[in-house]
Nanobody
Framework: QVQLVESGGGLVQAGGSLRLSCAAS????????MGWFRQAPGKEREFVAS????????NYADSVKGRFTISSDNAKNTIYLQMNSLKPEDTAVYYC????????????????????WGQGTQVTVSS
């Protein structure tokens, strides 16, 4: 059974930092695309960042570019999202996602491109 488990969310003041982790189990995603999405109350789920594991290619939403960094640790079957200079508008539930197939270097920005999802972790940024 494949599971993605997010951790690292919490409450932080504006300008602060958090690092989210997403640990995969049940299979490896060594050469797959994995990503982070977020959903704020009353809004649709939106793309944050993605990475083509094994290839190193990354992609970011314009709203987080320069502040967030996605990375991967294949030995731990885990990806991370380092979030710096957090803003109140970053407040949301953050979800990890993984594609079942080999990415061949592609990074995906659509939720429909991902096959597996975590349960989410809450990030709250106070002003």
């Amino acid at each position: 059974q494949v599971q993605l488990v997010e951790s690292g969310g919490g409450l932080v003041q504006a300008g602060g930092s958090l690092r989210l982790s997403c640990a995969a189990s049940g299979r490896t995603f060594r050469n797959s695309a994995m990503g982070w999405f977020r959903q704020a109350p009353g809004k649709e789920r939106e793309f944050v960042a993605s990475i083509a594991r094994g290839y190193g290619n990354t992609n970011y939403a314009d709203s987080v570019k320069g502040r967030f960094t996605i990375s991967s640790d294949n030995a731990k079957n885990t990806i991370y999202l380092q979030m710096n200079s957090l803003k109140p508008e970053d407040t949301a539930v953050y979800y990890c996602a993984a594609d079942a197939n080999t990415s061949w270097g592609s990074t995906f920005v659509r939720a429909a491109d991902y096959d597996y999802w975590g349960q989410g972790t809450q990030v709250t940024v106070s002003s």
